[in-house]
């Protein structure tokens, strides 16, 4: 599969911190936009909202929280969230995109999504009946 490439933002660090969505990358300085695949600037600022939520652990390493509850995530099991959906103009951005537990995001009726899964839970298993 040919990967889609995509502008990104580089902030002062130099580092990926939105995918833009539209062709307002033209009015950025030439240092501050990257051309990268899809899939490695979405990479790229998963890696970022992951360190944002990190700390030094007491015990020694690292410690990453959910962004909303502050139960400990893993890398590999921690759920990105465009706190604006990407259907409603949303975009992969350190701001827009927050480091959720699986409960935060989608796993309770009061999680990021909710709602919706929950909602669309009682409706099919009203149509059960
Ligand atoms: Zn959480
Ligand atoms: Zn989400």
């Known amino acids: 599969m040919k990967s889609k490439l995509v502008h990104v933002e580089l902030d002062d660090s130099g580092l990926p911190c939105r995918i833009f969505r539209d062709r307002s990358w033209r009015n950025f300085p030439e240092d501050h936009i990257a051309i990268m695949t899809k899939a490695d600037a979405v990479k790229a600022i998963r890696e970022r909202v ?33 706190k604006i959906p990407k259907g409603s103009g949303g975009e992969v951005s350190l701001s827009n995109c927050e480091a959720l537990c699986h409960d935060c995001h989608q796993g309770h009726p009061d999680s990021a999504h909710g709602n919706r899964r929950w909602q669309s839970a009682k409706i099919k298993s009203e149509e059960g009946h």
Not at 52 to 73: K, N, V
């Open 50 to 82: 992951y360190e944002r939520c990190g700390g030094d652990s007491p015990a020694g390493g690292e410690l990453h929280e959910c962004e909303r509850c502050g139960r400990y995530i893993r890398w590999d099991s921690f759920e990105m969230n465009e």
